[in-house]
Each structure stands twice: as structure tokens, then as C-alpha cells.
Nanobody, 123 residues
Framework: QLQLVESGGGMVQPGGSLRLRCATS????????IGWFRQAPGQEREAVLCITSQYDIIYYADSVKDRFFISRDNAENTVSLQMSSLNPVDTAVYYC????????????????WGRGTQVTVSW
């Protein structure tokens, strides 16, 4: 029932920054936790980080702790992922996912998914 749409992907040079957004159709975003996942070509899906309904940030990928920041605007029904100091290994399709429970690093725990947005880090 929830609709999630990612945006903001594109190509950026190493060391650059991008901001991804996850727009939701829910007027109850404040009750949701939103997780971000990514999947590189030929790789398994990886949990990146998650924001709880209490605005806590949970990091699942240690490599992004000092570079990625997630925030939410419940009034606008959006969640943003600010990525900085991007590296080619960050190249992947990035997905947002939602559920009404606690944050989880396991994709199947989430109820709704966006279709993803491509992030390419390259010269």
C-alpha cells in the first residue's frame, strides 16, 4: 500500500557528493522507519543505514558512518540521504524501504520498497 520513490541519483566524481531522496505516499511517515539499501552490479543487496521513528540513525555499513547522513521530514513525507566523499565502491542502485517496526538490516523485514535510483561514482 505504501508508495516509495527514490530520486537524486546520477554520476559523480570520486570525492563528490549526492543527496538522494525518498518520497512516500504516506501521511503517517512519522510512524515509519526508513532504511536505505544498495546493490552493486553482480553483488548482493547491502543494508546501508536506517532512520527510526525517533530520529535515531542506525548504520549497517561501517564504511559510510563518516560519509552518509540520513534525515527525515515528516511534514513533507520525505527522507533524505546525504552522501559525501563518494568512492567508486559506492556505485550501486540505492533503494529506500519502509516498515512500521524497528530498523532492520535484513531487506525481507521491510514492507515496501522503491524501485531504486542509480548512483555512479567515476571519473
Amino acid at each position: 500500500q505504501l508508495q516509495l520513490v527514490e530520486s537524486g541519483g546520477g554520476m559523480v566524481q570520486p570525492g563528490g557528493s549526492l543527496r538522494l531522496r525518498c518520497a512516500t505516499s504516506s501521511d503517517t511517515l512519522g510512524r515509519l522507519v526508513i532504511g536505505w539499501f544498495r546493490q552493486a552490479p553482480g553483488q548482493e543487496r547491502e543494508a546501508v543505514l536506517c532512520i527510526t521513528s525517533q530520529y535515531d540513525i542506525i548504520y549497517y555499513a561501517d564504511s559510510v558512518k563518516d560519509r552518509f547522513f540520513i534525515s527525515r521530514d515528516n511534514a513533507e513525507n520525505t527522507v533524505s540521504l546525504q552522501m559525501s566523499s563518494l568512492n567508486p565502491v559506492d556505485t550501486a542502485v540505492y533503494y529506500c524501504a519502509a516498515r512500521y517496526n524497528d530498523c532492520s538490516g535484513h531487506g525481507p523485514d521491510y514492507d515496501s520498497w522503491g524501485r531504486g535510483t542509480q548512483v555512479t561514482v567515476s571519473w
